[in-house]
């Protein structure tokens, strides 16, 4: 395979500054050719710059480029897991029962929140994701940030990673950094490839089929096509509920094993095309036009209803029971019991239904009055229609589109000759369309269907920019770069109302049946609607080379929203060439991020554990009155200051730079604690108008309510040599990471803190051999993780300091032909198990109290080893 590599010099010509920076021109990482040597080519990078694109080492902040050849050297296909491996500050979980979190998996770059790291695709803001991951694991509890998953590897030439605060370059999401996805741009060639995997276990069965291909778009133009379509099946890492075992003892019929399934979802039909065109139509200018369609369906489970103790379904919880008859109630001589949730059918009331009563911890099947209304067809209760109990099944339709239009070149009359302009717009849209299958809406007692569809989230925004930037000398090094832009920027979040059934609540809502659809109830018709927010901006950014050996840049950005109001952000660089091989770098700037317009408006009811039960809890809007009274108030822009120090050392083929960084995040957006309702409470939120509040057992809502100091080191070393009769390159890359919550109060609570501080692994590191001969290319990464807290179902009581770990991952290349290689490699190759469930090392919680078998904060995932087969025609 062969890929075209662009000048510099045009690359460096047609750079300008946009307000996402441009990242159309950065040079391919490495040139190939079946079967012959590869030489190092110096990398080029756009982003974190206005001025002409710098190589890596120029650059006064730290950037990395992963080139799309070393992209596709991975067993998976979601871009997340391939960014993993070639990114260790970024952290990727799988998140099993997870609501939403499980159809858009957030990401974490340097310890921070998914939405705290902007995306651009080819320099350009990427749209965030409709979805919002209410069950985000701690440090994405509330995070809503664009779908990266919906990138293939195949469209891509690189991918430049800016590990610097940089709001004040490119505006709000950027607190932790920037990545840059940049798009082929070849006019000819291409590949088609099919690649079948499956993990160790002998599930996760993936089949993916993916092709390029560049196209002349006229003679001064290029058109580049990209597909994926990839189907997975899902995997388990379950054992039996050691309650869905006792009911099969007892002889009830129909229990599932297991019951509860911990893995990773189905992923069926998930198509994505991308296109980026180009057209030359003068010698200084240009259009440029780049989109995507992708669409997939994911499925996955819920957690299992029990069939005695799921309140507002078969049994609620009663207080305790004078069972002493003492007259007096004492935690110490009574017992706590539940009530058989029974509904008598007739319409008089004298169906002969009796009350059943029983202790918790007592089997319901062997109570007095159970066989009587089992037989009784005038009573009715779900043991009847669903004796082994239940587990919901959750999915999604997740649709994503985008289209940027632009033009761009040099002014080449007037005051502003030789300046550089960039003008576009873009349009983004993500849809996910929610799905129950296997629930109930317990309020229809037996007239309730077991599919429902919830509703939908629409995340619309629209993006338009003008860029200009210009030399100027003053008799320094080399010429002063000024550039300056405006943007304007809408943003509207959408709710779909879902089906009556899925929401309504039933005859049997006054008996204590639970209303809408169970585990994921329908959005309401009141809670449905748009929400929109417009901002713009001004930036100015100047780059001064003081002498040949000392650079500063200076960058300075005011937005205006029509909600919260104004901010001002700044950022100062510097670069300083010490000796030929030894520089220094460094950065101070401000920052922030804004509240999502979702964030703000979104209400919702969720079914999770509360300690070890599982319950209903309302996430309401901010401003709510019944979140005002828990303290909660209108969402204010999270505020950061950040600053970097490192240095670059590059001799031969030796190439080093290590940074440290530390960003203080004041007012952190996030979802505050489940909090339980009192009487007086409900009281309230039925005064409001809220319907159903009987079913609520907690509430949630966002809030600025904690801030942090993230601190850290990267460092990154390639060495390259002729070894083994071939080439070889070795490429360590090392993070440790420390998030400190600073200041937090009850509505964030204690166990947030400790996910936020610890569940991400301090300590993460990877080496990588590739090997490179005549006919075969090849190579062996090492994985580090650093100890981690391990946490099972967002629970306290089950949360452990688990081990360092280590993984290998393998590749082997064979060129069969000039046009045909074959590939065979595997992703933990050594099948390294995640941390187990293990109640000694907890508190006394049985380890499979939910089914589990692994602590699912697992830095590598809980599925093992993954092997891979892959066949790739070049032309």
């Known amino acids: 395979m062969k890929l075209q590599l662009n000048a510099i010099s045009r690359a460096i010509t047609y750079a300008i500054a946009s307000t996402a920076s441009v990242g159309l021109f950065s040079t391919t990482v490495m040139a190939e050719e079946s079967g012959a040597k590869k030489e190092k080519i110096e990398k080029i990078a756009v982003v974190g710059s206005r001025a002409a694109p710098r190589s890596v080492g120029d650059s006064p902040v730290p950037v990395d480029i992963i080139g799309g050849e070393e992209l596709s050297k991975a067993g998976g296909d979601d871009m997340l897991e391939l960014l993993k491996g070639s990114v260790p500050s970024l952290n990727v979980h799988q998140n099993p029962i997870s609501d939403a979190a499980s159809l858009v998996r957030p990401a974490n770059l340097r310890g921070l929140p998914a939405d705290s790291t902007l995306i651009l695709l080819n320099g350009k803001r990427r749209h965030r994701s409709s979805v919002i991951a209410f069950l985000g694991g701690g440090i994405n509890d509330g995070a809503q940030g664009p779908d990266i998953s919906v990138i293939p590897s195949i469209a891509l030439k690189q991918v430049e990673v800016l590990r610097d605060g940089a ?267 929610y799905f129950m299958t296997n629930t109930i809406n317990a309020s229809l007692g037996p007239d309730t269907p077991m599919e429902f569809s919830p509703g939908k989230y629409i995340q619309l925004e629209k993006n ?178 950040s600053y970097t120090f490192g240095a670059v050392y590059q001799s031969g083929d030796l190439f080093m730079t290590i940074d440290y960084y530390n960003i203080q995040v004041e007012d952190r957006i996030s979802q505050s604690d489940k909090i339980d309702l009192t009487a007086a409470q409900k009281a309230a939120l039925k005064a409001d108008g809220v319907p159903n509040v009987d079913s609520i057992a907690q509430v949630s809502f966002f809030t600025n309510d904690f801030d942090t100091t993230t601190q850290g080191v990267d460092v990154v070393a390639n060495y390259s040599m002729d070894m083994l009769g071939g080439y070889s390159t070795f490429a360590f890359a090392y993070n440790w990471n420390e998030t400190e919550v600073d200041k937090f109060s009850a509505i964030t609570g204690d166990f947030k803190v400790k996910r936020l501080e610890k569940d991400l692994p301090q300590h993460r590191a990877t080496l990588t051999w590739t090997q490179q001969w005549e006919d075969f290319t090849g190579f062996v990464r090492y994985n580090y993780f650093g100890e981690y807290q391990g946490v099972h179902v967002d629970y306290d009581a089950t949360a452990i300091m688990a081990d360092p770990s280590v993984t290998f991952d393998a590749e082997l290349t064979y060129f069969a032909t000039e046009n045909i290689s074959l590939t065979l490699g595997a992703n933990n190759i050594f099948d390294q198990e995640a941390e187990k469930l293990d109640f000694q090392k907890g508190t006394g919680i049985p380890n499979n109290n939910w089914g589990g078998k692994y602590y699912e904060t697992s830095p590598y995932g809980i599925n093992g080893g993954f092997y891979y087969v892959k066949a790739t025609y070049t032309f």
């Not at 103790?309 to 305790?320: I, S």
């Not at 059918?345 to 004298?350: A, E, I, Y």
């Not at 943003?491 to 006054?510: H, K, M, N």
């Not at 000392?550 to 960058?555: D, H």
Request: aromatic share 12%; hydrophobic share 35%; glycine share 12%.
């Open 167 to 433: 709001a004040a370059q490119y505006g709000s999401d950027a607190i932790a950094g920037v990545i840059n996805f940049v798009l082929k741009d070849a006019s000819e060639g291409g590949s088609f490839s099919v690649k079948q995997g499956q993990f160790f276990e002998g599930d996760g069965d993936t089949t993916t089929f993916e092709g390029n291909v560049g196209l002349p778009f006229s003679d001064d133009g290029f058109a580049n096509l990209s597909f994926q379509y990839k189907n997975a099946d899902p995997t388990s890492r379950s054992v039996q509920r050691p309650d869905a075992q006792k009911f099969t003892e007892l002889g009830i019929e129909g229990v599932r094993n297991p019951a509860q399934v911990w893995g990773a979802p189905e992923i069926k039909d998930d198509i994505t095309l991308f296109g980026n065109v180009g057209l030359d139509l003068s010698n200084s200018s240009q259009f440029y036009m780049f989109g995507n369609y992708s669409e997939r369906d994911v499925e996955g489970g819920f957690y299992y209803r029990n069939p005695e103790t799921r309140p507002g379904v078969y049994a609620n919880p009663l207080k305790l029971v004078d069972t002493n008859n003492d007259g007096v109630i004492n935690d110490k001589d009574d017992d706590s019991h539940r009530q058989w949730l029974v509904a008598d059918l007739t319409s008089d009331g004298t169906g002969g239904c009796p009350e059943v009563i029983f202790p918790i911890g007592e089997h319901l099947v062997n109570q007095p009055g159970y066989q009587d209304v089992m037989n009784n067809q005038n009573c009715f209760a779900f043991n009847k229609m669903l004796p082994a109990g239940f587990t919901p099944t959750f999915g999604g339709n997740i649709t994503d589109t985008s289209l940027t239009i632009g033009t761009k070149g040099e002014i080449e009359d007037g005051f502003m000759k030789g300046a550089y302009y960039d003008l576009s717009g873009s349009v983004g849209r993500n849809e996910s369309r």
């Open 464 to 641: 338009f920019n003008a860029d200009i930037s210009k030399g100027y000398d003053f008799d320094l090094a080399y010429d002063v770069n000024v550039a300056a832009g405006l943007e304007w920027h809408e943003e509207t979040f959408e709710v779909i109302a879902g089906d009556e059934a899925s929401f309504i609540a039933g005859p049997l809502t006054s008996l204590g049946f639970g209303i809408g659809s169970n585990g994921f109830p329908g959005f309401k018709p009141s809670a449905a609607g748009e929400f929109t927010r417009r901002n713009y901006a001004a930036y100015v950014d100047v780059e001064t080379p003081f002498t040949e050996e000392f650079l500063m840049g200076w960058a300075l950005r005011f937005e205006d929203y029509d909600s919260f109001g104004s901010t001002t952000n700044y950022k100062v660089t510097a670069q300083f060439q010490a000796t030929d091989d030894l520089s220094f770098r460094g950065s101070v700037s401000t920052g922030f991020r804004a509240p999502t317009v979702g964030q703000a408006n979104v209400s919702n009811v969720q079914t999770n554990l509360s300690s070890g039960v599982l319950v209903d809890s309302a996430l309401l809007p901010p401003t709510n009155p019944v979140s005002q009274i828990l303290g909660g108030s209108e969402l204010q822009p999270e505020e950061s200051d």
